[in-house]
């Protein structure tokens, strides 16, 4: 009897992680809408895109760091990490990434940094401190496959992933699927939060902040890049209370574009575009009701020249 029951306790666990993996929304339903920025990456997908091959190809020096983290773990992001999901809040950051973990390397490599673990596995947090003051990592192995990760004041914040939130973020997750299903990478923000802490950093560029302010007054904007046939489709999609609101932004957007074109021009107008003229000068910004949508294309040419200075 015993025997019986342990087979059906295997065959429901197993049948739990399958269905995880099939389902492209379900690290979704961890993690809170409520939020600052919140981040999707499809590694299977962006090792796999050919339009990324340029990129893929510039050889940059990995950083010290991240070195001794994959010699001590045997975890290289490029090789196996397939998913992860990124969510961004006031006083913490959560992370659920998809892949292939080693557990006992992993739990290791957070006693050699000086950090501890509440089992003999991941089954349950290991904690290291982090470069910020006040700030603790944790992190432990939701399931095989599924690495929970939080960066926070409390030392086992990522406990709280194992309980689902409400509201979830899970129908922002849906919306993009919708919209953009071929997305490689997307994230998505109320933009008037993202604006009040971009203002209070002196971080982030003038030209993000200014970005940000032209948004400010919708209500939810996507960010996503596509794969299309060859070339890298960079696209903004913002939903604002209203058409006439959703017109201002169309405007004011065209008018940013326009004007950023102008300064790369300059006092070179006689001369061949360069490869960021283009790419502006391939925007298409337009409005269906209270939404405006704007894309743009990066060509093979944009993408070897970041290519280039990637690799410099």
Known sequence: MLGIFLALAGAAAYWRIWREKQDPHALFRRLPAENILLAYLDLGRLRHASVLAPLLRARVEPDPDYAAFVRK?????????????????????????????????????????????????????????????????????????????????????????????????????????????????????APASLDRVLGRSSFFSPNLTLFTKALANSQRAYLSLTDRAGKLELALRAMCGSEAQAGELRRLLQGLNDLISGVLRGARARNPPSEWEKVLGSAVIDQKRDTVRAAWILDQTALESLGREASR
């Open 73 to 189: 773990t045997g975890f290289d992001y490029q090789r196996d990490l397939d998913a992860a999901a990124i969510c961004y809040l006031s006083d913490r950051v959560y992370i659920l990434a998809r892949g292939r973990f080693d557990p006992a390397r992993l739990r290791q490599y957070a006693l050699d940094q000086g950090g501890s673990c509440l089992g003999s596995g991941l089954e349950r947090p290991c904690r290291i401190p982090a470069d910020r003051p006040q700030r603790k990592i944790s992190f432990y192995l939701m399931s095989p496959g599924v690495l929970a990760l939080a960066t926070a004041p409390e030392p086992d914040a990522v406990l709280q992933l194992t309980s689902t939130p409400e509201p979830g973020a899970e129908p922002l997750a849906q919306d993009v699927a919708e919209n953009e299903p071929a997305a490689l990478l997307w994230l998505t923000a």
